[in-house]
Nanobody, 121 residues
Framework: VQLQASGGGLVQPGGSLRLSCAAS????????IGWFRQAPGKEREGVSC????????YYADSVKGRFTISRDNAKNTVYLQMNSLKPEDTAVYYC???????????????WGQGTQVTVSS
């Protein structure tokens, strides 16, 4: 069972990136998927999550209106579209899978390795 996060990089403020979370060894649509991030010297925080059943979503206030989470079950992949990026979005972004939609990172059983997002001019 593996999750692979990708799509990070260096982008200027106001730019966009799309992160991908691909699963191998299990079917992603059986799980709620969350995106978390951790900046240097800061605690890990929840960014967004999407349910496995009805597609309901959650966004942290800091990203609401700028980030969009979606899933493509045919590709066994969940995406995080990030627009209007700000320097404070700089962090390592992780995707994780849980049995139900939740904002608590301790409820997530499987974690990807993280992808670095740097927003800087």
């Amino acid at each position: 069972v593996q999750l692979q996060a990708s799509g990070g990089g260096l982008v200027q403020p106001g730019g966009s990136l799309r992160l991908s979370c691909a699963a191998s060894g299990f079917t992603l649509d059986d799980y709620a998927i969350g995106w978390f991030r951790q900046a240097p010297g800061k605690e890990r925080e929840g960014v967004s999550c999407i349910s496995s059943s009805d597609g309901s979503t959650y966004y942290a206030d800091s990203v609401k209106g700028r980030f969009t989470i979606s899933r493509d079950n045919a590709k066994n992949t969940v995406y995080l579209q990030m627009n209007s990026l700000k320097p404070e979005d700089t962090a390592v972004y992780y995707c994780a899978a849980a049995s139900r939609i939740t904002t608590r990172d301790r409820d997530y059983n499987y974690w990807g390795q993280g992808t670095q997002v740097t927003v800087s001019s």
